[in-house]
């Protein structure tokens, strides 16, 4: 907790309508200050005015609260601002797994900065006032789909920015100013711009957002799982990559960028079963497992690259020669993670006539396993500590826990899917498979007699097998 200042002089300062209690400090000879310092409420501790008498520090605390500096000189530039959030996600970038994401979230803002600039119209938007920023959000709803398009372009202005954009754009917009706030405490990013043209407040924080858009989850039915995998087929002759990544996408119920950006070195085979090694956005490390069918399937696409889906590049070149569309394939670049989910991002919305997207995925095969109980959190409930404090603090998922996780998922996935879908993405069912999955059944509900009764079944399979 910051200390709290001794009381000084008391002022009024009127800016933006509000009347705001401003206390005054002057220079303390024996600290060997030389300008006044001035407290009010949002601040962690008093800043200093960079001025010499008190006439001069009230001018200056008044421009602060207006957002307008006293010396235009030390006002914070477009290009600056850009270049601090550059900073900041560069820096980000080490020691990452997914450097790409940093790449993505410095695109979100740098669109904000562009949209808040157009409605605003203001020379520099470090400048905004919370007024300013308060009439962003309403005008930006009016905005056209099509905004970014020159006004000349002949395009149909039916549709809007929808609420959710406008609500990611004022998220990015809080971030950034945040990076260049020195009230920010350890957010603030330092080093980059003069200490005197970084700002005092955050104009986002003052004032109250609009609701947060409340979407309902749109899922895919199992039927359109085998669809799905039936487009790649009949549309993508010879390239198996496409469905091999959807297959992947299925088993890990994980996001697009993690799916596509898998290595080779990140597969493990454990007592002849294969897991993936995956680094998450959220949930940080994490297996997931594959069907043995997939695994040699990834191996028989395997290229000098070392991310598994490396040879979709080539396969759709070889796809569009066939076609006779040479001028296509020389188009066509080699695989990153990011121009590989693209593609495939792409090529979901196809398939579904624009009414689908990659994502949905990971929500219909979380709403398939959702019935598994999560032990962590029953835990951490009973010991009355969050979830996250309990893996970060107490307990620690060694890789025996990271495999019984990933082979319950599994599990979960494969009785979620039918028979046919299941074995449409690579499981094969063994003989014994559906007496395992009653006698489960049969011990979480408690029936004992019904569990020794398929127990003895197992048993005697397993000898006549022998």
Known sequence: MPRKPKVGETVVIHANGRAIRVSLFPPDRKRKERSWYAYWNGLPTRVTTRKATKAEAIEAVREVLCGKPSNPAEVLTDDELIKLQQHYFEKQKAGRDRPESCDKSLTNVLEAFDAFKRVSGLEHISTATPDECERFQTAALKLPSCWRRPPEHKYKKTKTVSVATVYKWLGALQGAFERANTQAGRKCVRGVVPQEKLLTRNPWNEFTWIPKPKAKPRRFDRQQLVDLLQYFESNWEGVTAANLMAKLFVWSWARRLEVVSVKHTDLREIDGVTYVFMSTKRQGEKW??????????????????????????????????????????????????????????????????????????????????????????????????TKGVMLDHYVSEEDSEMKAKADRMYRRICDGLTVDVARAFGHVTTATEALEQKLRDAVSSKDWKESRRLSSQLANHDRQVG
């Open 288 to 385: 997931f497992r594959l069907p043995k069918s997939v695994y040699e399937e990834l191996l028989a696409i395997k290229t000098e690259s070392p991310y598994v889906f490396a040879a979709l590049s080539e396969q759709l070149r070889t796809h569009h020669r066939a076609k006779g569309k040479l001028g296509t394939a020389r188009q066509i670049k080699d695989f990153s993670p990011g121009n590989g989910g693209r593609w495939f991002y792409e090529q979901i919305k196809s398939w579904s006539g624009g009414e689908s997207y990659v994502h949905m995925l990971r929500k219909t095969i979380m709403q398939m396993a959702r019935a598994g109980e999560d032990v962590n959190l029953a835990v951490a409930r009973d010991a009355s500590v």
